[in-house]
């Protein structure tokens, strides 16, 4: 499947807006004992899918139990370790990189099969300097470096480490991201002896301490673990998230490398290899570690690019994804995912306005009530389970009704960025997120 380039993407994500403005104007026009019908009826559909999501094992497509914690692996899994390649694209990252490089290179695995390789995309701060030192110090350490008008963005980078390295596998991560000791001794033996095809690792938010905001994202990662692993056990989809995920070379290739046409690599790549046929696991522990954004500000830039990505990627494959190509049970998990996180909440705002200018009660109501609700029985399972990185936040009534608050903010800017995407032409730039070193508490 060729990665999509964003064709026509004002006048289909019009379409969307459009349509997703049409449901949620349409029960205002039925007479008043039935406009409450359409979301009872998708309340009761989307809210069950989601309720069993949430509450489901981890477990293989054939229904046996899968393993979600790579100790509990066999020894043999682990008699032949394939060639890795850690890779890193950086920009302005002068706070984490020495600690990165440090933690690298403490990571047991066999000297021979294990490659270092940071790319360097046109620094603009003491990133290139500091690389250069740990080069003295690390003579493994390999530094790819690009100018900043390179083009492609993170993927760019990507793809240009990608040409220059060999590895059976590629291990992707920001700059932020911690890992433990024996983090790849745990990983690659989950990967290969669950025939993964790629492995997402979940992540842990380090600075959860900080304060509110950090703290709900740290339990958001609890949750979307926890969701990924039960769309996977319902023989659903899982997906990339970026930092922390481990990808084979051969079908990374096949696939065409890393979209230098979207702002999220990962949410794309998880699509084509998906059409690819490939399996995507999940590894709850050990996590990879990386910082939260500790301000409503931050926030809200990485939240815009996520979701502008996220639609993207539905708007450039959808063929394909309604194609034989996926099982009945992949193509109803994504259709569901799509509803919840990305039509219900345009559809929520068009309810509202036509509430307010018609005069009549809003319609959709019931179906917002059971997705929070939904969530917040996965914030609740998700940040029971037993964690090898940071401890989890408590799941108590406090932080639970704090978390579900907080998932409000996607009411926000889903709508915001599809109108934006609706009307202006697409720009691609390499968005990041800054990182001030937070103090790492990673456990071997």
């Known amino acids: 499947m060729a990665a999509g380039k964003g064709d026509h993407r004002r006048g289909k994500t019009a379409v969307f807006l459009v349509a997703c403005g049409w449901v949620g104007a349409a029960p205002h026009w039925l007479d008043p004992s039935r406009s409450l019908l359409p979301a009872l009826t998708l309340a009761i559909v989307l809210g069950g899918y989601g309720l069993r999501t949430v509450l489901r094992r981890a477990a293989s497509a054939d229904g046996s139990e899968t393993v979600s914690d790579s100790s509990d692996l066999p020894d043999a899994a682990t008699a032949c370790w394939p060639s890795v390649d850690v890779v890193v694209a950086a920009r302005d990252e002068e706070a984490v990189v020495t600690r990165l490089i440090e933690r690298l290179s403490a990571l047991r695995y066999p000297a021979d099969r294990l490659s270092l390789c940071v790319v360097d995309d046109g620094s603009e701060d003491r990133t290139p300097d500091r690389l250069a030192v740990l080069q003295d110090r690390f003579p493994a350490l390999r530094v790819i470096r690009r100018p900043r008008n390179a083009g492609g963005g993170k993927s760019g980078a990507l793809n240009a480490a990608l040409a220059q390295t060999q590895g059976e596998w590629l291990l992707i991560l920001d700059a932020d991201a911690q890992l433990a000791e024996d983090q790849l001794e745990r990983l690659i033996p989950f990967a290969s002896g669950g025939g993964w095809s790629a492995v997402q690792m979940r992540k842990a938010v380090n600075n959860a301490e900080d304060n509110w905001l950090t703290r709900v994202q740290a339990m958001e990662m609890a949750f979307d673990s926890q969701i990924q692993q039960g769309r996977l056990a319902g023989g659903g989809v899982a997906e990339l998230r970026g930092n922390g995920q481990l990808l084979r070379r051969d079908l990374l290739e096949a696939c065409g490398g890393f979209n230098e046409e979207t702002v999220t690599d990962d949410l794309d790549l998880s699509f084509r290899l ?137 009411f926000v800017v889903i709508p915001w960025v599809t109108l934006r995407m609706a009307l202006r032409p697409k720009r691609l730039v390499w968005a990041k997120t800054s990182h001030r070193g937070q103090e790492e508490a990673v456990q071997a």
Do not use: M
């Open 274 to 410: 998906l059409l690819h046929e490939a399996r995507i696991g999940i590894l709850w522990n050990p996590p990879v570690q990386e910082e939260a954004v500790e301000t409503l500000q931050a926030l809200w830039k990485q939240r815009q690019r996520w979701a502008e990505g996220g639609l993207q990627r539905f708007l450039d494959y959808w063929p394909g994804l309604l194609s034989s190509r996926l099982t009945l049970a992949q193509r109803r998990d994504l259709a569901s995912f799509f509803l919840l996180q990305y039509a219900l909440p345009v559809v929520s705002w068009s309810d509202l306005i036509t509430s307010v200018l018609s005069r009549t009660s809003p319609a959709y109501w019931p179906l917002s009530i059971v997705a929070f609700g939904v969530s917040g029985v996965a914030y609740w399972r998700g940040c029971r389970r037993a964690s090898d990185g940071p401890d989890l936040p408590e799941p108590g009534l406090f932080n639970l009704l704090l978390g579900i608050a907080y998932l409000s903010h996607w």
